[in-house]
């Protein structure tokens, strides 16, 4: 079938969707599409990499008596920018041409990418390393003629409640006094070895895996996404990343982070608050500190923004 067949036969189908209705049937705040897999092309450290992303593409449906969008020209859309690697730009682009394709339906567009994006990591003492994966979020929306750009991230960390570091701390005391008395010298070497034993360490403070959830808006001339320099500052601020590569070595180093940062949910926060207002890239930020408790049934959260008026809402 040549080109003129194809446009013959397609002028003569049918397009339900661009029909409008005779009286108005309300607008629509947004229309388009969810979980759409697509490769996307990233650039870090002067490499492009390749990324299987998830993304949602939506623009509003400003016009009462329309039917619908055009779902197809927004997956095409998306398909062209895929060519190109993801910044800041490339998603400013993609924005205008979404308004420009539905120039007379929509005045909003609205586009997240989602996928996990991994980097490796040294050990903490041994010769070894191994791959961490952070899940990531790039956005981009036009809303009332303002564009907003934003990176979100996920980065795992272990946190050690210093409440029960003190009770276990008591339980060791108490232990201590029953075994050596409560006045006199002790051995020395004795008190090594107690150290060292079951009987000695009869209590463990508890920890748990934890998630800080971040959402940044990038300032307005941004050229690219800082994912790694921005997962390097958190996990800087918290101390106790979780690690891949585990030697004895790397698990005694790891504890002895953990015990020299031990953290409330609000203080894994205000560590990671006062880090992102230090970082003159970041407009303005959303973040959500989850603790997995090993002691409860129920997690712990704090919540906190930069808040500026008219930023991130303080809302979990």
């Not at 008596?65 to 993801?86: C, D």
């Not at 750009?149 to 201590?176: K, N």
Request: proline fraction near 4%.
């Amino acid at each position: 079938m040549n080109s003129l067949n194809v446009v013959t036969f397609t002028a003569g189908m049918p397009d339900i969707a661009n029909q409008a209705y005779q009286q108005p049937q309300g607008t629509l705040d947004w229309v388009g599409m969810a979980e759409v897999h697509q490769p996307f092309l990233l650039e870090e450290e002067g490499a492009q990499v390749r990324v299987h992303g998830r993304a949602q593409i939506y623009v509003d449906l400003g016009d009462p008596q329309a039917k619908g969008i055009h779902m197809s020209r927004l997956y095409l859309h998306l398909q062209e920018a895929a060519q190109t690697p993801l910044t800041p730009n490339a998603l400013r682009a993609l924005l205008d041409e979404m308004l420009a394709s539905h120039a007379e339906l929509s005045t909003r567009a609205f586009i997240e990418i989602r996928f996990d994006h991994f980097v490796r990591r040294p050990a903490l003492k041994s010769d070894n390393s191994g791959w961490n994966s952070y899940p990531i979020r790039l956005r981009a929306q036009r809303l009332d003629g303002e564009t907003r750009v934003e990176l979100g991230v996920d980065v795992t960390y272990s946190s050690t409640c210093p409440c029960s570091a003190a009770l276990a701390r008591q339980l060791i005391q108490r232990q201590f006094e029953s075994d050596f008395g409560e006045t006199g010298s002790v051995d020395a070497a004795a008190v090594h070895a107690w150290l060292g034993s079951e009987q000695g360490i009869v209590a463990t403070p508890h920890s748990q895996r934890s998630v800080a959830q971040l959402l940044t808006r990038l300032e307005e001339d941004a050229t690219r996404f800082p994912i790694t320099e921005l997962i390097d500052e958190v996990e800087g601020a918290l101390k106790t990343p979780v690690q891949a590569a585990v030697k004895r070595e790397d698990e005694q180093e790891f504890a002895r982070l953990n015990g020299q940062n031990l953290m409330f949910c609000e203080d894994a926060a205000r560590r990671i608050k006062a880090t992102l207002l230090a970082d003159a890239s970041v407009a303005d930020f959303w973040v959500r500190v989850n603790h997995y408790e090993s002691l409860h049934g129920h997690d712990a959260v704090a919540v906190v923004t930069a808040g500026l008026e008219n930023g991130y809402r303080p809302i979990p």
